[in-house]
């Protein structure tokens, strides 16, 4: 990324803006997805769907849409008739690792890049290629990193414990696993967990990553199809809103401090982790399931388009950058 920072005749950093600089295609992610700007929308369930995907890839970014629900793989066709811009697909393994006649649901869609997660890439990697397709797989361990690598991926979301969902007990941070798989593995690396402007892009950067990937900024954008209730709670939490629950039997997810999430997390049998998730996304009920959402929640002071949201990200880098070093002396 060095090399986009350029320098004035006085030798001090330019900021004013380059359009090669800023919205070429210059680094390999942009490259690999065919984007304006390396930023990604998260594939969340229910709510990666075709109006939030679209504003995401009309405004430069890569929109994403999900699988597991019958809705999700019909917005595959759908969002077709919203943007004409790349649109990425997710494919959670262990939903369909019985069932690979999503690759061919995928195909016929058009789609042309995959974001699998949850289980192990070999079991798709090479038929998803097959296709046409290129594959980024989701990790959030440098183990999980060299599997995948090994398994012949293109790229990977490196995810810190700080994002939302489901997660590792014992998961590193971005700050800590960014770079540690950055000085491991030679693929194109996009940041996840904790992203969600200009100053934190730029972090993941200077770590390593060459594009970024948001789940609860984008929740908190105008066209996310969720409940106010659900965009108020994220945009009023603080620094202690959200909570790890880790509940024997059940997945370990960071989800927001809700009432229902203190039930849980004391081992409340009344209290259902994932019980009515529609009512809480769609009719704003936060008590009738847990809300998964990341603690960049607490940086999240207002909802925006989504297409401002990923120019900003990317196209402030450089400011960012520049105030840094400003602080240097």
Not at 152 to 169: H, I, Q, R, T, Y
Request: charged letters at 20%; one cysteine or more.
């Amino acid at each position: 990324f060095r090399s986009r920072l350029r320098l004035s005749p006085t030798g001090s950093p330019d900021t004013r803006p380059d359009r090669s600089s800023i919205t070429g295609v210059t680094n390999r992610v942009q490259k690999l997805l065919g984007v304006e700007y390396p930023v990604v929308q998260a594939p969340m369930t229910y709510i990666a769907r075709a109006e939030l995907a679209a504003a995401v890839s009309e405004g430069g970014g890569l929109g994403m849409i999900e699988t597991l629900t019958p809705e999700g793989r019909a917005d595959l066709l759908r969002v077709r008739e919203l943007t004409d811009r790349p649109v990425a697909a997710n494919l959670m393994i262990q939903g369909w690792k019985r069932d690979p006649s999503i690759v061919d649901v995928l195909a016929a869609a058009g789609v042309r890049h995959v974001f699998t997660s949850a289980g192990d890439p070999a079991l798709f990697t090479s038929r998803l290629h097959d296709a046409g397709m290129t594959v980024v797989h989701v990790i959030g361990s440098l183990k999980g990193a060299l599997k995948a690598a090994d398994a012949g991926v293109d790229a990977l979301v490196v995810e810190g414990v700080e994002g939302g969902g489901f997660k590792s007990a014992l998961g590193a941070s971005t700050m800590v696993l960014l770079p540690l798989v950055a000085e491991r593995v030679g693929l194109p690396i996009i940041s996840a967990g904790g992203m969600c402007d200009a100053r934190s892009c730029a972090a993941a950067v200077v770590l390593g990553a060459e594009g970024v990937q948001m789940g609860t900024r984008m929740l908190a954008s105008e066209e996310a199809q969720v409940h106010a209730n659900f965009k108020d709670a994220i945009v009023a939490a603080d620094d202690a809103g959200t909570v790890m629950i880790d509940v024997p039997g059940n997945p370990t997810m960071r989800v927001l401090r809700t009432g229902l999430a203190a039930r849980i997390s004391e081992h409340d049998p009344g209290a259902a982790l994932l019980g009515r998730i529609t009512d809480l996304y769609f009719d704003g009920d936060l008590e009738a399931s847990v809300a998964n959402t990341g603690q960049v929640s607490s940086r999240i002071t207002g909802l925006r388009p989504a297409a401002d949201i990923v120019r900003q990200t990317w196209g402030e880098i450089e400011a960012v950058l520049h105030d840094a070093r400003s602080r240097l002396g």
